[in-house]
């Protein structure tokens, strides 16, 4: 009898345990065994479904490139399911439209010819996107911040750079004459006008169309905007269309209309291809002019042209994908809502236009050991949990490499984001051990109720923007319980490294290390942040705290009022968890209340407390017992090594008893059975780039030679 039951329980683990096999060169007509795979991976689905036990099935991906024109969707019948590749090889699932050497063909059109570089002439060719269909070919809005819905072109592995001038960084507007009606909304409001510095505007050709792409006025607030005239006599130029407070920045003395420091480049510009691997199309005929890189014709070239999610996982529990590669689409990588214990594990999303990974809802989905790099807006996104109770959701990004993000949407879309800026409320979520770096902008936005970012290292980020943050926070006063622990923020002139901006409340901020950042803590106005234990060296100013909710009217500010009426901050869970911000319910929100910087240690500051306020205004909050070392040697293990572990010996510990040490050794990217490679720390600090706009190409090339 024991033998009968033991056969039959053998019998169901291998039902259960299904296996199905998938490979570039399979047949849907065969039974998805190693030695007849299947083609596709929705026929393996379908396979593991019809098993009638998902759970502990896996379709294994075999080497190679899969090609995808459709978004995998999987669902509650699949829990259980891992999507994971066999073993020595990368299974590419590849989502872009690929092309042929042969599709393009000389440029003879002696028009074109004579608009071209010289360089260029004899070198571009031309492909006709109406013959093959391509979708995402129309052109560009008047007025855009987000890529403007134009596919992405690709040789190889590699991101083709669109046509810009200059080719690397940015110019600037030598005057502006008209900051354009920006305050109307009918649709021929004046556009902006400036006088360019530069005779080389003359070339362009506006009536093909002519974009801009520029800080116009602010460094977080980046557009794109159609030219609407070029007078060559003057260099002169006006917009079409304006834009969200003008052109000029706000931040010009005496009136002026520009500081002369607002960044600009060119694109799309025919006359502007003048090197290999750039594009441009001419959106009335359109044709794509295209300069192919070394390697042509024998490389693979493709088109992102596909703008749905790659995989989807909705309802699902248990289900994992491991070890896959996610490229060449338009859209998002993967996208997670609801479910439970659902995990991406050990994979690469690159070359996407979209975003990384999305989780929304759900409990304990996650994304651990992964790389992203060359997405065209964020890495991870997470969401979860119910604010109103305040019951945590669990999601998580763990052991993951982002950098080289936000090549179209080069501001708020960042390396990790978690319930902020519309993107859905986060409660309970954790951000651990993730490397971010070399970004246009911030590394996490973040926003919502007690989530968890710890052992992160932050590194070269803000490379064309700025009054930003390493970790940034915004505007609310109820996130509150959100902890920022143990996490290493290094190279950042351009940015702040703990930034709680315009009134953000109830952050704890301790045993953090910043090296070489604008701020190293930031605290805008808001109420109950703890800022303590933190070591922060050569930063232009250690710690901040200012009063600016008197002047800006938090009192009334109806954004903030409305986020502080949508919780029951009386009652229980609420008052429970946070009895403080109960106060702002009948207390002073216009001044800082209950903000307490101590026991931090400060090194080579420039200036290490900016308390940027009268002190009457600042009485509500606490400011004691911070070490300024001033040059005097702390006793780093490793300071040129980016080691600041503190020696036991260390003048630290004799001068602040309290200060406890950091553990400096588990910050940052852990080898795991999903990561056996670290990629190195580097030391080098960015040049101040001071805004400049992010030049996609040379950082793709950057990235791909980061991983091996």
Not at 401 to 425: M, P, S
Not at 534 to 543: F, K, P, S, T
Request: hydrophobic residues 40%; proline residues 6%; glycine residues 12%.
């Amino acid at each position: 009898m024991k033998t009968i039951l033991a056969t039959l329980l053998l019998s169901a683990c291998i039902v259960r345990a299904a296996d199905f096999y998938v490979s570039p060169n399979g047949n849907d007509a065969g039974d998805g065994s190693k030695d007849h795979p299947f083609a596709t991976l929705e026929r393996a689905r379908t396979a593991a479904r019809d098993a009638k036990a998902a759970s502990g099935s896996a379709i294994w991906l075999e080497p190679g490139l899969h090609r995808r024109t459709e978004t995998f969707q999987l669902d509650a019948r699949d829990s259980g399911l891992t999507v994971r590749s066999v073993g020595g090889g990368v299974a590419r699932l590849h989502a872009g439209r690929r092309l042929k050497a042969e599709e393009f063909h000389p440029v003879t059109d002696a028009a074109v010819l004579s608009r071209l570089d010289p360089l260029a002439r004899g070198k571009v060719v031309q492909l006709d996107l109406a013959a093959l269909k391509i979708e995402h070919a129309a052109p560009f809005p008047t007025a855009f911040h987000d890529g403007g819905g134009l596919f992405d072109l690709y040789f190889g592995d590699e991101s083709m750079p669109l046509s810009r001038w200059p080719n690397a960084g940015s110019t600037t507007m030598e005057k502006v004459l008209d900051r354009g009606d920006f305050k109307s909304k009918a649709p021929d409001a004046k556009g902006g006008v400036f006088v360019a510095r530069e005779d080389r505007v003359a070339r362009w050709r506006v009536e093909g169309g002519v974009w801009l792409q520029g800080y116009w006025r602010v460094p977080w607030e980046p557009w794109t905007i159609r030219v609407k005239s070029i007078d060559p006599a003057t260099r002169t130029i006006a917009f079409a269309a304006p834009i969200p407070g003008g052109i000029g920045s706000k931040y010009a003395k005496g009136g002026q209309l520009g500081d002369g420091k607002e960044n600009w480049c060119a694109l799309n510009l025919l006359e502007e291809i003048d090197r290999p691997g750039e594009w441009c199309v001419n959106f009335a005929t359109k044709t794509l002019y295209f300069w192919p890189p070394e390697g042509w014709p024998h490389g693979e070239i493709s088109i992102s042209d596909c703008d749905k999610p790659m995989v989807t996982v909705k309802d699902a529990s248990h289900v994992t994908l491991r070890g896959l590669q996610f490229e060449g689409g338009l859209g998002n990588g993967v996208e997670i809502a609801s479910g439970t214990d659902n995990l991406i594990a050990g994979c690469t999303l690159r070359n996407l236009g979209g975003k990384g990974v999305c989780i929304e809802g759900g409990s304990n989905n996650g994304v651990r050991s992964c790389d992203f790099y060359t997405l065209g807006q964020g890495g991870i996104y997470l969401a979860g949990g119910d604010r109103a109770t305040l019951k945590p959701c669990g999601n998580f990004a763990e052991n993951n490499d982002l950098h080289h993000l936000g090549l179209r949407q080069k501001t708020y879309a960042v390396a990790i984001h978690v319930g902020a800026f519309g993107g859905g409320e986060a409660v309970g979520c954790r951000v651990a051990h993730n490397y971010i770096h070399d970004l246009p902008h911030a590394g996490v936005l973040y926003g919502g109720n007690d989530n968890l970012f710890e052992y992160n290292e932050v590194a070269r980020i803000a490379l064309t923007s700025g009054d930003v943050g390493a970790f940034y926070t915004w505007n609310d006063w109820t996130s509150w319980g959100n902890i920022l622990r143990y996490n290493f923020v290094h190279d950042c002139p351009r940015a702040n490294a703990f930034y709680m901006d315009d009134g953000d409340s109830g952050d704890s901020v301790f045993g953090n290390v910043a090296y070489r950042v604008s701020y190293g803590s930031m605290i805008g106005g808001g109420h109950f942040n703890g800022v303590r234990n933190n070591l922060i060296i050569e930063a232009e100013r250690g710690l901040h705290l200012d009063a600016r909710g008197i002047a800006r009217g938090y009192a009334k500010n109806p954004k903030m009022l409305k986020r502080l009426e949508s919780v029951n901050a009386g009652a229980p869970p609420w008052s429970e968890r946070y009895p403080s911000l109960a106060k702002l319910l009948t207390g002073p929100r216009d001044l800082p209340t209950g903000n307490v910087l101590e026991n931090n240690v400060l090194v080579r500051c420039k200036k290490p407390l900016l308390l940027a306020a009268a002190a009457n205004e600042l009485r509500l909050s606490t400011v004691r017992d911070n070490l300024d070392l001033g040059d005097t040697d702390p006793g780093f293990v490793d300071a040129a090594r980016l080691n600041f572990a503190l020696k036991p010996g260390s003048p630290v510990f004799k001068k602040l008893p309290a200060f406890e040490p950091i553990p400096f050794a588990k910050i940052g990217l852990m080898r795991d059975e999903f990561r056996q490679h670290l990629p190195e720390r580097s030391a080098a600090a960015p040049a101040n780039n001071a805004g400049g706009v992010f030049d996609s190409n040379t950082d793709v090339q950057r990235s791909n030679q980061s991983h091996p």
